[in-house]
T-cell receptor
Framework: AQSVSQHNHHVILSEAASLELGCNYS??????LFWYVQYPGQHLQLLLK??????LVKGIKGFEAEFIKSKFSFNLRKPSVQWSDTAEYFC????????????FGSGTRLQVQP | DARVTQTPRHKVTEMGQEVTMRCQPILGHNTVFWYRQTMMQGLELLAYFRNRAPLDDSGMPKDRFSAEMPDATLATLKIQPSEPRDSAVYFC??????????????FGPGTRLTVL
């Protein structure tokens, strides 16, 4: 079965620091990749997605992610975080086997200190 | 501004009681998903439907959980009888399956269930 791994469970940064959250997926075929954000007490919102084409994907709020097929990775980055980025971040994948649902990673809790 | 709606937003009930959670997918979406989020397990897929037909409910405990789509505007997730271990946030999501596969999934605000 496909799996998604997020190795950073809890990250604490100061404002203006750079962010990189790791995500690795296991499926070797065609895969769609997503990053979702969940602000405290809120539902999941899509930050960005990769389907095909340019492996560097830009999303909302200054986030970007790079798809590296050889490393099975889709790391999320932001050059300068803000206090309002405090949230939980989920990487997710969907493969092309016909199972349409997303497989989520365990999430990374980001805490940005002012 | 189209969005997925879920009711109730919060539910506190006693063990053994029946719980029904409702979801209204975005109009025109043909796929509906139910996810459960807990601290221990993270986000898990419980079931999903395409064009109202259940395609995969392997993530759902069959003895107590049931999911249905009585019509295109309503999906329900029922737990009977509920147990304390069912306490979680239940998210509904909807999406549109296109020729190339599923696009983005849009999540509802969730139902926070507490079973005492």
């Amino acid at each position: 079965a496909q799996s998604v791994s997020q190795h950073n469970h809890h990250v604490i940064l100061s404002e203006a620091a750079s962010l990189e959250l790791g995500c690795n997926y296991s499926y070797g075929g065609t895969v769609n990749l997503f990053w979702y954000v969940q602000y405290p007490g809120q539902h999941l919102q899509l930050l960005l997605k990769y389907f095909s084409g340019d492996p560097l994907v830009k999303g909302i709020k200054g986030f970007e992610a790079e798809f590296i097929k050889s490393k099975f990775s889709f790391n999320l980055r932001k050059p300068s975080v803000q206090w309002s980025d405090t949230a939980e971040y989920f990487c997710a994948s969907k493969d092309d086997t016909g199972r349409r649902a997303l497989t989520f990673g365990s999430g990374t809790r980001l805490q940005v200190q002012p | 501004d189209a969005r997925v709606t879920q009711t109730p937003r919060h539910k506190v009930t006693e063990m053994g009681q029946e719980v029904t959670m409702r979801c209204q997918p975005i109009l025109g979406h043909n796929t509906v998903f139910w996810y459960r989020q807990t601290m221990m397990q993270g986000l898990e897929l419980l079931a999903y439907f395409r064009n109202r037909a259940p395609l995969d409910d392997s993530g759902m405990p069959k003895d107590r959980f049931s999911a249905e789509m009585p019509d295109a505007t309503l999906a329900t997730l029922k737990i009977q009888p509920s147990e304390p271990r069912d306490s979680a946030v239940y998210f509904c999501a909807s999406g549109l399956v296109l020729a190339g596969g599923l696009g983005e999934q849009f999540f509802g605000p969730g139902t926070r269930l507490t079973v005492l």
